[in-house]
């Protein structure tokens, strides 16, 4: 990232109240200002509405809750935004002495001295972020439906009614049919509640399906048999663009589903996947990777790859080859994307058979 030539340089420490900012002299890096504004759209615009050249002021601020609105209004106000990576400011979080004025400075020296020590992140437009909202509106509803369905079963077990196996759609009505009188005023109120979130659940599908027509790139991933409309959507909306990767294989680094390293001399230890990225779409690739490798997976190349690796023994075994079969997912749902082609489920053991009968002939 090019540095930006500013003559100011400002931390915002992010609140939800109020933002502590702290303004530096970027040429020697003295102290200017410190203020306290309120965390609202008004405040916030009439308080930078003062500097007259936005094109002298690089602000830095990291991200959280109210980064995403103040990064648009800044931007809107022609101001140079940096996004700071959380994961990446160690110096704020690791300090002994932290206060959100601290944060704000600190913010505001490391965007002076280096704006790549803030691992600079940038923030999807609103319009997919309401897009988003829907999709995240029905994660909240099935959380909310599967914890109440959990409440049930233990109260249940605890009274020793033991409750059939079924999917979380049919449960009240199953349950209704074994539920002793005494209860059944108590939990019809609870098994009631599950019924109406399964409706909300599926009005949300409605309208998640009707805005995948809306992004008609959902289309090419959907071809991959564990990929839906909640996925597709979602793995569309939070990556917004194939050209921000130079090459498909960045995505599965974007979305945290590559190992971490700690190499030091001789010493390269093993360890687990960076989880760094959007948790939800790498939650969901996981979800469709299961499923690949389930009992209802059809016969592919992820599929063949992951049962390979399974094959090692161990529960360890089968999570590295759900994980595996993630990142390759996210690295060909990217290639689709961008390519537009046909979805093969078997084209690499495809070119394998056409260069055996290549050497026959």
Not at 172 to 190: A, D, R
Request: hydrophobic share 35%.
């Amino acid at each position: 990232m090019k540095q930006y030539n500013a003559e100011l340089t400002i931390g915002m420490d992010l609140g939800n109240k109020t933002c502590e900012i702290c303004i530096l002299n970027t040429s020697d890096g003295s102290l200017i200002a410190r203020e306290t504004v309120c965390s609202d759209i008004v405040s916030i615009k009439k308080y930078f509405s003062k500097f007259t050249n936005p094109m002298i002021v690089q602000i830095a601020l990291e991200a959280g809750t109210h980064s995403p609105w103040i990064y648009h209004l800044l931007k809107e106000m022609k101001f140079h935004v940096l996004v700071g990576h959380p994961r990446k400011l160690r110096a704020i979080w690791d300090n002994d002495n932290k206060n959100d004025q601290k944060d704000a400075e600190m913010l505001a020296r490391i965007a002076r001295f280096d704006t790549k020590l803030l691992s600079p992140i940038k923030h999807r437009s609103q319009s997919s972020h309401i897009d988003l909202s829907i999709i995240k509106c029905r994660d909240g509803l099935v959380s909310s439906r599967t914890n109440l369905v959990n409440m049930v079963r233990g109260l249940l077990k605890s009274q020793g009614i033991n409750p059939p196996s079924c999917s979380t759609v049919c449960f009240p009505k199953n349950i209704y049919k074994i539920l002793p009188e005494e209860v059944y005023s108590i939990f019809s109120e609870v098994l009631s509640a599950i019924d109406d979130i399964t409706v909300k659940i599926h009005n949300l599908d409605k309208k998640i399906e009707k805005k995948c027509k809306e992004y008609n790139e959902t289309e090419s991933l959907r071809q991959i048999k564990g990929i839906g409309p909640v996925t597709s959507l979602s793995y569309i909306l939070t990556l917004e663009n194939h050209n921000r990767f130079r090459k498909s294989r960045d995505v599965g680094a974007f979305l945290g589903l590559t190992p971490k390293r700690d190499q030091s001399g001789d010493i390269d230890k093993q360890l687990g996947i960076t989880k760094a990225g959007n948790r939800y779409l790498r939650k969901l690739l996981i979800g469709s990777a299961q499923y690949i490798l389930g009992p209802f997976g059809e016969d592919c190349d992820l599929r063949r790859y992951g049962l390979k690796i399974a094959e090692r023994g161990g529960k360890i075994a089968k999570r590295k080859a759900v994980v595996a079969v993630a990142r390759k997912l996210a690295v060909l749902m990217h290639s689709l994307w961008r390519s537009g082609e046909d979805y093969n489920p078997l084209r690499k053991n495809k070119k394998i058979t056409d260069v055996k009968l290549a050497e026959v002939a």
